[in-house]
């Protein structure tokens, strides 16, 4: 057990007997109250939000976690099959743990999943960015390229992306993993 001011955003602890990433955690301490904790948690098995606020004297229980790199390979399924790249162990991940960033997956990747200490998967870390081929957009008109409005695009991994006027079928762009945003155009 370790006390929650030394926990930070980014540590998994078990809350109620289930395992929760810190979102967020801030120190309040209103004017003629006691001091305590505001967490927001996400619950790493069904993805929900939580909010609780810790007095500041309460401990908590850390999970100790091992992250290890694995390339991914194909969909079975629902399930994205993985190879570890030291072992060349193949798992399966159920979609559930990508959560929303399962969309941009693209052939080849390489990700992070976090193991608890019973081996068991907590998640899955995408890259922050990642490079994709535009496969379907609107042909962009003289006029619309010196505007700055956007339009729909449609990338290699079956995602749909709002880009810029300017970016035509066959791109390459660069896209935030974690809100789904359009970030740049890539030369290659």
Do not use: W
Request: net charge negative; no cysteine.
């Amino acid at each position: 057990m370790v006390s929650i001011s030394n926990i930070s955003k980014g540590s998994i602890i078990r809350f109620k007997g289930e395992p929760h990433s810190i979102e967020s955690l801030m120190h309040r301490t209103p004017g003629n109250l006691r001091a305590f904790y505001q967490a927001n948690m996400r619950n790493l098995k069904s993805g929900r939000n939580v909010e609780y606020r810790f007095s500041a004297t309460e401990s908590v229980d850390v999970i100790v976690t091992e992250r290890k790199q694995y390339q991914y390979l194909y969909r079975d399924g629902s399930d994205f099959v993985m190879m570890d790249n030291d072992t060349f162990e193949q798992i399966n991940v159920p979609e559930l743990l990508l959560g929303s960033s399962s969309r941009f997956v693209k052939d080849g990747i390489t990700v992070t999943i976090v193991f608890s200490d019973d081996a068991s998967i907590l998640g899955v870390e995408l890259p922050t960015f990642v490079e994709v081929e535009v496969t379907e957009t609107s042909p962009a008109l003289k006029d619309d390229r010196a505007t700055s409005g956007t339009k729909p695009a449609i990338v290699e991994t079956g995602a749909e992306v709002n880009v810029p006027m300017f970016i035509q079928t066959g791109s390459i762009i660069r896209v935030d993993t974690r809100t789904g945003d359009y970030i740049e155009r890539v030369k290659k």
